[in-house]
T-cell receptor, first 106, second 112 residues
Framework: QKEVEQNSGPLSVPEGAIASLNCTYS??????FFWYRQYSGKSPELIMF????GDKEDGRFTAQLNKASQYVSLLIRDSQPSDSATYLC??????FGAGTRLTVKP | DAGVTQSPTHLIKTRGQQVTLRCSPK?????VSWYQQALGQGPQFIFQ???????QRGNFPDRFSGHQFPNYSSELNVNALLLGDSALYLC???????????FGQGTRLTVV
């Protein structure tokens, strides 16, 4: 069965630190991956997606993909309290992980 | 440009009843996926519709059914509601199966 797995956390980092969120997937046929942010009581919103091995940067966010290891990560630099949310990883068949809850402490 | 819209936003039903949830995709999108999200869990994939046909289905019983209309809008129907069906139901649209999806605000279903 195809799976997308994430550490449920919670993950707590101080303001200004780097938050590192990780995701693994079981289907080697998956080609692209998506990171969503979900605030409590709200629907998920897309942060970024990645198709190629390596890093993709967008502002304070960097997505990393390693297809050989079937591993995707999201780095948030200079974390802000407003980044406190649940972060969801999804594969291109739109199966989601359980999410990692991030808290950024002022 | 309206994004993905879902209706209703909240709904209370009694066990055994049937419910229909509606979704209008983002302009230019032709694929609609439905998810169930229980509190503290990630979204669970129910099914996906493209060209008015169910293209993929997750591990949900036949009580969950859907439809897509020629204008790409979609409905999710749940029959014989159980208490465990209480959840946030999310609709996501995309321009094809493998591009990023955008979510509606969700429908909060409570079964009592």
């Amino acid at each position: 069965q195809k799976e997308v797995e994430q550490n449920s956390g919670p993950l707590s980092v101080p303001e200004g630190a780097i938050a590192s969120l990780n995701c693994t997937y079981s289907d080697r046929g998956s080609q692209s991956f998506f990171w969503y942010r979900q605030y409590s009581g709200k629907s998920p919103e897309l942060i970024m997606f990645i198709y190629s091995n390596g890093d993709k940067e967008d502002g304070r966010f960097t997505a990393q993909l390693n297809k050989a290891s079937q591993y995707v990560s999201l780095l948030i630099r200079d974390s802000q309290p407003s980044d406190s949310a649940t972060y969801l990883c999804a594969a291109d068949d739109m199966r989601f992980g359980a999410g990692t809850r991030l808290t950024v402490k002022p | 440009d309206a994004g993905v819209t879902q209706s209703p936003t909240h709904l209370i039903k009694t066990r055994g009843q049937q419910v229909t949830l509606r979704c209008s995709p983002k302009s230019g999108h032709d694929t609609v996926s439905w998810y169930q999200q229980a509190l503290g869990q990630g979204p669970q994939f129910i099914f996906q519709y493209y060209e008015e046909e169910e293209r993929q289905r997750g591990n949900f019983p036949d009580r969950f059914s859907g439809h897509q209309f020629p204008n790409y809008s979609s409905e999710l129907n749940v029959n014989a509601l159980l208490l465990g069906d209480s959840a946030l139901y999310l609709c996501a649209s995309s321009s094809n199966r493998y591009t990023e999806a955008f979510f509606g605000q969700g429908t909060r279903l409570t079964v009592v």
